[in-house]
């Protein structure tokens, strides 16, 4: 029964395949498998995730009864793992230091997958610790106390050339860590301090998000869960539908690879991405929000977009660029309402655009749409859309938006209203052109392109007589589109 | 005791590990339930070479019992009172109710509500916090409602109906001490109490202790209240210590735990559980410093890493600024060896758990001549306070937080009634090892005696070995049944004779599990005779029947057992 059991282990140390080799040999191999030539002097062993029973496929590191660069010996617990079954205690079958631990406790291993590097000396750490930064990286950057100095630096791209001057410059005493520790600290840094709370910190680490990258909407600019999942969710997912608007052919041309088939009956919960969504979705409830909606004629603008089609101006940006500039002369609109007491008053203009992609939606923002020539907005958007694809979306990239817009014109809809994210003052919902049938000034009866856009505000900073404002210049502009090229 | 050894040896099939009965019919079993303390290490009951004689007591105290059944006891002649209790809290509350029970006529002076801050600010009304953060936390884990088959929708709390439990409960239990004491017809005497001379204490209001009365004999026990160190400022709304958190005013967003003891542990339990995450600042390098290692490893992999908790060790908070205009509350960290600036922590709160400082201010300890060392009476093994040239002062002794020897509610009754026995002449030394200590997060973490480097360095100075065993909850049934098999037991004894030095629990309901390891140790049952004690089946207390079982006694190893027969 007993559950906490020691366990020798026949398989964990193979040390034939597992050997590796000083850094001459690896050069001949070209480095393709620098880790495959053996010598005997210089031993690295591998230490595995052992199979503790018969079920077993991963197991997770509960604790490291040692750390980096203690001395082992044979037959000591070195670390204690935590099957399907129970806890068990790892022993070593061979003397050595402990050189570098590539699975960090809490985390899970398959079985036979390397979870620590083993030296047979002293002066073989800073090699195995290289070994181990090259070849996991998993290790790399997992936390202050984590810090491999020597090793890290060594390690990336010329390994060969930078290995002797680690194993110089390293003291001879087996703890590196020190050297690290003292330059690590963030708040120490340039006065740029990031403050998160301790659950956006977690979910930083696991979700693999840069908290510096993140822009904070807690209390007092801080960084909360909210935000990097938020970040997390745009890094993660990559755009479905990025075609430019107002042609249908081209968005169904464009389609995501077909997701898993729905199956009815069953409740699925939110991926990540969808939960944040669910979270601001809800929280928009707590702003008081009004619609007010306009109808626009287009043909000017369709004419421009035309001739300029094939400079690579897309629709996106030139919608984009036309409600940047009536923003301009509406600071007002571009503004929003951070604490219910005041008006923020937003430096630059950045149009957010959203975008759907696969089970859930991204919001590029073109950054100081106003001040950017269509040329470059225009190229600008399609880096914008190639990075999302490629889930390289920065934080800043898709969360600075003052202003966002959303089209669904492309699709044949109207008109429809948008629900305004949190943290901006207004959005703008467009409708697709259609050729209508309108009286004309002159009393006749006449054919024109006509889109209708729908505006949702947040009526705490932004009044009706504003956004009727704002949506008079707008279809000016768009009505006589010329500036938009200037 | 050969009866209930036979038992479990009349029934071979559950106890299959029995040899042939004669070699474990030896006499040797016969400690099963003796009272073998020099087995634990304390002194003998009267040390040679005290110098100090206890004086004879004018009275014959079992007479004395008899009348107690009536009610409070005259006093003794030329005395107000046999005993006068400064403190009305556990602690003092326990020495009363066993002196009423042996017949001295008792008062117990308060100065502020009974109950002290167990009752009122401590470990009464947490538990009540507690338990609501426990089903919190099981509402919200979907995961493992989901594994019982359960679906719960979006589980919440109202703040002030927890607050109004926490405080009800307080108010409950305040209530059944105080009538309890009155009907024993225990004299409560409302004022603050001061040491007049000897066998002599005043009281009244503060600064105008008005009203002598005298006694035979005085017990100080007047608690502890929170130790704020200094550069921390506390307003009670943003900064605050447990006598505010207790009264849950309100749930902050983050609040900061400045101290990773038990306190802050349950702190943590509890702000997390309703949604608050927490930051931890520890001076000392590892979290939970006071706990054995393994618990305190382990402790920190269920009880912290998957909360929204973190942490930063190694640093003193050296300065703390509550929250206004605006602002955050900030806390700035230094690192503990170095003194060197770390960092910079804006919270929404900070609660102040870094222990408990003695309250023995205007005792009047200055009139007989005590020097407090930082706070704290002095006293030897016997509760007996020890004045300013090392002397004991007769007739006064002190008990509970106020000495400091272990601040625990329930050591201080413990010390509490070793003294009253001391005073009706049977002479008690407590054994601090045997006192159970809990500290009430889900799952309860709950240890008695020895950590295993305390009893490795016991070992080492005294020629000892020292053996450990294990084992974990993943393999209980019942534990399982719950779906709460996340915790471990660890004992920690001597191969040689099977004496227990310390037991170590982490898992659901640890707090009551370690009774029977506290126990065996105060009653120096060993292990080899406790492993044949029958636990029902499926219950959580089979994961110490377990743990008797797995360690392994060998009787014969030692020297100074040689000539003692062997139980195999």
Not at chain 1, 21 to 43: F, N
Not at chain 1, 335 to 357: E, L, P, Q
Not at chain 2, 326 to 337: F, H, Q, R, T, Y
């Amino acid at each position: 029964m007993a559950s906490l059991a020691n366990v020798h282990l026949g398989t964990p140390f193979l040390p034939s395949p597992a050997s590796l080799r000083g850094r001459s040999a690896a050069c001949g191999v070209g480095g393709v498998a620098p880790r495959r030539a053996p010598r005997i002097q210089a031993k690295i062993r591998e230490i595995f995730m052992p199979a503790l029973s018969s079920t077993m496929t991963e197991g997770k590191i509960v604790s490291w009864a040692k750390a980096e660069g203690d001395k082992l010996a044979k037959g000591e617990s070195v670390v204690v793992v935590e099957s399907d079954k129970a806890d068990m205690d790892v022993e070593t079958f061979y003397d050595g230091y402990l050189a570098a631990i590539m699975v960090e406790e809490g985390a899970v291993a398959a079985v036979g997958s390397a979870i620590a590097l083993l030296a047979e000396t002293e002066d073989e750490i800073p090699l195995a610790k290289s070994q181990a930064a090259s070849s996991s990286a998993t290790m790399a950057s997992d936390g202050p106390a984590a810090s491999r100095p020597v090793a890290d630096t060594a390690a990336p791209p010329s390994p060969l050339e930078t290995a002797p001057e680690a194993l110089s410059s390293s003291p001879p005493s087996s703890n590196f860590s020190p050297v690290a520790a003292s330059s690590a600290h963030p708040a120490s840094e340039g006065g740029q301090r990031t403050i998160a709370t301790p659950y956006a910190k977690k979910l930083a680490k696991d979700l693999k998000v840069e908290l510096g990258s993140v822009a904070g909407s807690g209390p007092m600019g801080r960084i909360v869960a909210k935000d990097v999942e938020v970040a997390a969710a745009a890094t993660a997912a990559a755009p479905v539908s990025t075609a430019p608007p107002k042609s249908v052919s081209n968005s169904s041309a464009v389609k995501a690879p077909a997701s898993p088939a729905i199956q009815l009956g069953t409740v699925v919960p939110f991926t990540t991405m969808q939960g944040a969504v669910s979270k601001n979705m809800v929280e928009s409830l707590s702003v008081p929000t009004f619609r007010v909606g306009y109808t626009i004629t287009t043909n000017a603008l369709d004419d421009l977009y035309k001739k300029i089609k094939s400079k690579g101006v897309t629709m996106t940006a030139l919608l984009a660029k036309a409600t940047a500039m009536a923003l301009m002369k509406h600071p007002i609109v571009n503004s929003s309402c951070r604490d219910g007491k005041s008006f923020t008053y937003n430096s630059s203009i950045n149009i957010a655009v959203a975008v759907a992609i696969d089970g859930g939606l991204i919001t590029p923002v073109l950054q100081d749409a106003d001040k950017v020539d269509i040329y470059s907005l225009s190229r600008k958007w399609k880096e914008l859309v190639d990075k999302a694809r490629a889930k390289q979306l920065q934080s800043h990239e898709y969360n600075t938006g003052t202003f966002t817009l959303s089209n669904l014109g492309m699709f044949g809809v109207d008109r429809f209203d948008a629900i305004l994210p949190p943290g901006t003052g207004a959005i703008m919902a467009v409708g697709a052109s259609q050729s209508t049938v309108v009286a004309t000034k002159d009393g006749r009866i006449g054919v024109k392109s006509q889109m209708q856009v729908n505006v949702t505000a947040d009526h705490r900073v932004i009044y009706g007589a504003d956004l009727a404002a704002f949506l008079q210049t707008l279809a000016k502009i768009i009505e006589d589109p010329k500036e938009l090229t200037l | 005791m050969q009866a209930s050894l036979s038992l479990s040896l009349s029934l071979p099939p559950a106890a299959p590990r029995s040899d042939p009965a004669p070699t474990v019919f030896r006499p040797s079993a016969l400690r099963f339930c003796g009272l073998r303390r020099e087995a634990l290490g304390l002194r003998p009951l009267r040390p040679a070479g005290s110098t100090w004689v206890f004086p004879s007591p004018a009275r014959t105290p079992s007479r004395k019992t008899v009348a107690a059944v009536s009610g409070n006891g005259s006093p003794s002649k030329g005395f107000d009172y046999d005993l006068v209790i400064i403190g009305a809290g556990v602690g003092g509350h326990g020495a009363a109710l066993h002196a009423v029970e042996k017949g001295l006529k008792t008062a117990i002076i308060e100065g502020d509500i009974v109950g002290g801050t167990c009752v009122n600010r401590g470990c009464v009304p947490s538990k009540a916090l507690l338990a609501v953060s426990g089903r919190m936390r099981e509402l919200q884990n979907e995961h493992h409602l989901k594994a019982l088959g359960l679906q719960v929708s979006s589980p919440g709390y109202d703040r002030q109906g927890v607050a109004d439990h926490a405080n009800n409960l307080a108010s409950k239990i305040r209530n059944n001490l105080t009538n309890s004491l009155k009907a024993l017809g225990v004299d409560i005497l409302t004022g603050v109490g001061t040491i007049a001379g000897t066998q002599k204490v005043k009281y009244g209001k503060v600064g105008f202790p008005d009203t002598e009365i005298t006694a035979k004999d005085i017990i100080i026990a007047t608690g502890s209240v929170p130790f704020v160190p200094n550069g921390i400022e506390v307003d009670g709304k943003t900064v605050f210590t447990s006598d505010h958190a207790l009264k849950l005013e309100w749930v902050p967003e983050w609040i900061a735990i400045v101290g990773s003891g038990y306190i802050g542990l349950e702190f943590s339990d509890v702000y997390s559980a309703l949604g608050s995450e927490v930051t931890f600042v520890e001076a000392l390098d590892q979290l939970m410093p006071g706990f054995d290692p393994e618990i305190g490893k382990l402790a920190q992999r269920v009880l912290i890493n998957p909360r929204k908790i973190d942490y930063h060790t190694g640093v003193f908070a050296k300065k703390i600024t509550p929250a206004k205009d605006g602002k955050p509350v900030l806390i700035e960290l230094i690192d503990a060896k170095t003194k060197e600036p770390k960092d910079t922590l804006e919270v929404d709160a900070a609660l102040i758990a870094t222990g408990r400082a003695p309250f023995t201010k205007g005792l009047g300890l200055e009139n007989i001549n005590i020097v407090t060392q930082r706070g704290f009476v002095p006293v030897n093994e016997r509760m007996q306070v020890i004045d300013a040239s090392g002397n004991l002062i007769p007739h006064l002794y002190c008990i509970g937080d106020a000495n400091g020897k272990m601040m625990l509610a329930h050591a201080a009754s413990a010390q509490g009634i070793s003294v009253v026995e001391q005073i009706g002449g049977r002479d008690n030394v407590l054994n601090h090892l045997s006192i159970p200590a809990a500290c009430f997060t889900h799952p309860e973490i709950s240890m008695v005696g020895m950590t295993e480097p305390q009893a490795r360095e016991k070992a080492q100075q005294e020629g000892f070995e020292v053996s450990v065993a294990k084992t974990s909850f993943k393999a209980n049934t019942k534990a399982l049944a719950e779906n709460e098999g996340e915790g471990l037991a660890k004992l920690i004894y001597r191969p040689d004779t099977g004496e227990i030095l310390g037991v170590h629990i982490l898992g659901m309901h640890a707090a009551d599990l370690i009774h029977e390891a506290s126990n065996a140790i105060a009653l120096g049952t060993r292990v080899q005779d406790i492993k044949f004690a029958v636990h029902a089946h499926p219950t959580l207390s089979e994961v110490l029947d377990e743990l008797f079982k797995s360690a392994k006694v060998n009787t014969g190893v030692s020297p100074s057992s040689v000539n003692e027969p062997v139980t195999v």
